[in-house]
Nanobody, 123 residues
Framework: VQLQASGGGLVQAGGSLRLSCAAS????????MGWFRQAPGKEREFVAA????????SYDDSAKGRFTISRDNTKNTVYLQMNSLKPEDTAVYYC?????????????????WGQGAQVTVSS
C-alpha cells in the first residue's frame, strides 16, 4: 500500500486543518488506519486510529475532543480533522496502515507509512 498525505500547513492557534491520506496499491478496506505525529527532537507518537469500516475510533488524550479521524473507503482516503489547534500540535503528521480489524495505538503494528505532512501552529 502506498500512502500520500496532504493538507498540512501553517495555522494560528485556535484554527483548524484537515489532513488527508490517499491510499493506492491494495484494497484499502483491509487495513485499519492511524495518524501519528513527530515533533522535532521527539519520538513519533500516536494521535488517532480508525477500524476497517470506520465504526471504531480511538484517540490519544491530547487529541480527544479536538481531532476527528474518519475514512471514506470508496475514495481510499483517511482524514484527520484538527480543530482548536495549539502550538504544541506542531509536528510532522504521518498516516499509516495496519493489518487487522481493530484500532491500535501501537506503532509497531503499522506496516505502511506515508511521507508525512508538516503542521505548524503559531501562537
Amino acid at each position: 500500500v502506498q500512502l500520500q498525505a496532504s493538507g498540512g500547513g501553517l495555522v494560528q492557534a485556535g484554527g483548524s486543518l484537515r489532513l488527508s491520506c490517499a491510499a493506492s496499491g491494495d484494497t484499502f478496506g483491509r487495513y485499519s488506519m492511524g495518524w501519528f505525529r513527530q515533533a522535532p527532537g521527539k519520538e513519533r507518537e500516536f494521535v488517532a486510529a480508525i477500524s476497517l469500516a470506520g465504526r471504531y475510533t480511538s484517540y490519544d488524550d491530547s487529541a480527544k475532543g479536538r481531532f476527528t479521524i474518519s475514512r471514506d473507503n470508496t475514495k481510499n482516503t483517511v482524514y484527520l480533522q484538527m480543530n482548536s489547534l495549539k502550538p504544541e500540535d506542531t509536528a510532522v503528521y504521518y498516516c499509516a496502515a495496519a493489518r487487522g480489524g481493530w484500532t491500535t495505538a501501537a506503532l509497531a503494528e503499522y506496516i505502511f507509512w506515508g511521507q508525512g505532512a508538516q503542521v505548524t501552529v503559531s501562537s
